[in-house]
């Protein structure tokens, strides 16, 4: 085996000097030509006998700079013809169907990319290389919709396709009918690694008026094909432009990564068909990319398995169609997965009016069946969550958290149009909103508050509890409500007098009352205080021998503002637009109005030296 790869070299270099000619003395320079043309097979052969041309120019240049002194003898030959271009080369030294490039992988603006990336490493996780290719997929779809008058977003279609190759490769291939790519874009502006296509001059000479229609690109830093390197070096373009048939297909390979010069070439008719227009082909280990899934970030769906009580072992697979679900669940085209045989859909594209069962299920399957259930009852309770200007920028829904050990409390996907950017947490909702991307690696997104659309605050308070079966249930929808800032007066949150009570059934009580009391743990870490209304644990508030008529139980934790100084005013202020702050203020009304606080501090028991404060809000005399 260790010398397989070096004798594979020494062919390679016998191959291009047994071609070569003598070469021949014309103006001043060497000509090299070739006894026969290199084909496909002998194209690194033709690139090796490029290298040492370039060589054998540059030697002779730095010789003929050195002797123009005139105090020696200079050579005859100051260079060699076609040594700076492939084009110009290949009128000496011929191929057959193909075409060596001009250069290698080109950076065009190496501050503006150093500037892109902060100057951290790009990328991390496992299937970025893929879900770049989507994106290039999606964009070229909508830029033949913006000059391509018979072609709807409708017509539009992504197809991936995932084959076995044996000896534990895999084939990956991403296909699209978009706008498609000249030879031109093909061999020049794809490899301009921070050149964004879209953008440029070469956009609008070859497709006038599409930057004017075609405003916003996906992909706009110029590196979404680059990505696909870290699966393989055996990476394959086949492409041609949309108004031209198959027979003008270009083939762009790349049989070992970047470390040498890729190659184009005429498209076999088995290369292509007229269902594409651009196809990028992966091959791939399998199990580097499995390790590769394991290292970095999860994908969501094996989130439920790793949260199950039993755990499920280490998957030695990818799932693909819940992967790609997550990465491109929102394109507005069609995108289907081809693979073992089957054609499945992995996206939805009219996600904002699907049906709520259908959505759930795409977004959010669930291993576990008790989960499951859970969530397609709470499913019901989603509504349109709307921005600013009152579109509609996503769709949620609240699900407490009924079985902690086996699911997620939150799970919020945002998506830059159609394409997967993250994920925010908010506990206990799950739903998708559209976001924005704010650096090249789209680790970094803003996306829309759900609290701030208050109509979808306030119609989840009213919806959940239509749905929650038992008290234990709403009392788990308070707590999750709490945890987007608000809860329902009218529904069950504490004890008070051994009673389960509601805020609106506390006050109506304290109208005949003069005092109430609140207790709060003080909680002391490090050098930070903060003051916790803690709740109930055991049934004590209901059964127990002795309890306070004038406490008030929370049923839920509650976080408030504190301070041993504070009046009662003050305690008020602090408390504004939280939720404690409602249920003090409404309990301070419903007193008359004119009370006082008294607040004491104390050990929480003889046991622990916990301290807890005692405070009683009654009525000023």
């Known amino acids: 085996m260790a010398q397989t790869r070096p004798l594979e070299i020494s062919k390679t270099h016998w191959l291009f000097q047994t071609k070569l000619a003598k070469p021949q003395f014309r103006n001043s320079r060497l000509v090299y030509t070739s006894t026969s043309p290199f084909g496909i097979d002998e194209a690194e052969a033709w690139q090796l006998s490029w290298d040492a041309i370039q060589i054998v120019d540059k030697e002779l240049r730095h010789a003929s700079d050195l002797l123009a002194d005139g105090s020696s003898r200079v050579f005859q030959a100051v260079g060699v013809v076609g040594a700076d271009s492939a084009a110009a080369l290949t009128d000496h030294i011929q191929v057959t169907d193909w075409k060596p490039l001009p250069t290698e992988v080109r950076v065009s603006d190496v501050p503006h990319l150093a500037r892109m990336l902060g100057g951290q490493g790009l990328y991390s996780d496992w299937y970025i290389p893929v879900r770049e290719l989507i994106q290039n997929a999606a964009d070229a779809i909508e830029a033949r919709v913006a000059v391509d008058d018979d ?150 769906y094996l989130e439920y398995e790793v949260l199950l009580e039993k755990k499920q072992p280490a998957s030695s697979k990818i799932d693909w169609a819940n992967s790609l ?149 709403r009392v788990q929808c308070q707590e999750a409500l709490l945890g987007v800032g608000t809860f329902n007066q009218k529904e069950v949150m504490f004890i008070k007098n051994r009673m389960l009570c509601s805020l609106d059934d506390v006050c109506e009580q304290l109208l005949r009352e003069d005092d109430v009391v609140i207790v709060m743990d003080k909680i002391e870490r490090s050098s930070e205080l903060r003051y916790e209304v803690p709740k109930v644990e055991t049934i004590n508030a209901i059964i127990g021998k002795s309890v306070a008529s004038n406490r008030l139980f929370f049923l839920t934790n509650m976080e408030c503002e504190f301070d041993m100084d504070m009046r009662l005013p003050d305690w008020l202020s602090a408390n504004t637009d939280t939720p404690f702050g409602v249920v003090l203020s409404r309990l301070v009304e419903n007193l008359g109005g004119k009370s006082e606080l008294d607040a004491v501090e104390r050990e929480k028991s003889s046991y622990v030296r916990d301290m807890e404060v005692v405070a009683t809000i009654r009525k000023r005399r």
């Open 325 to 473: 679900k997550e990465i491109c669940g929102t394109l507005p085209m069609r995108t289907v997965l081809d693979a073992g045989g089957k054609t499945r859909a992995v996206n939805l594209a009219k996600w904002k009016s699907a049906k709520k069962n259908q959505f759930q299920s795409f977004f959010f399957p669930n291993t576990d069946k008790r989960t499951d259930q859970i969530h397609k009852r709470y499913g019901e309770t989603m509504f349109e969550v709307k921005g600013d200007n009152g579109e509609i920028v996503g769709r949620a829904y609240m699900c407490p958290n009924l079985f902690q050990r086996y699911s997620p409390d939150s799970k919020v996907l945002v998506y830059e149009r159609g394409i997967y950017v993250g994920r925010t947490s908010i506990p206990n909702v799950f739903g998708v909103l559209e976001g924005t991307a704010e650096n090249a690696a789209r680790d970094r997104f803003s996306a829309p508050n759900i609290q701030s659309d208050k109509d979808w605050v306030a119609r989840e308070s009213e919806e959940l509890f239509k749905v929650a079966k038992d008290i234990g249930e």
């Open 151 to 300: 072609f709807s977003l409708e017509d539009g279609q992504i197809k991936i396709r995932i084959k076995k190759e044996g000896g534990g490769l895999a084939l990956l291939s991403v296909e699209d009918n978009g706008i498609g790519m000249s030879e031109t874009t093909l061999t020049g502006a794809l490899l301009d690694f921070g050149f964004s296509f879209w953008k440029s001059e070469a956009a609008r000479e070859e497709f006038p008026g599409l930057q004017w229609r075609f405003k916003n690109p996906r992909g706009r830093y110029g590196i979404g094909f680059f990505p696909v390197f870290m699966w393989s070096d055996n990476v394959q373009v086949c492409t041609r432009r949309h108004t031209e048939g198959t027979a003008s297909a270009r083939i762009l390979e790349f049989k070992s990564g970047l470390g040498r010069r890729p190659i184009v070439r005429p498209a076999k008719p088995s290369e292509t068909s007229a269902k594409y227009n651009t196809r990028v082909t992966i091959v791939f280990d399998e199990s580097k990319i499995v390790a590769m899934s394991r290292k970095t970030s999860r994908p969501r």
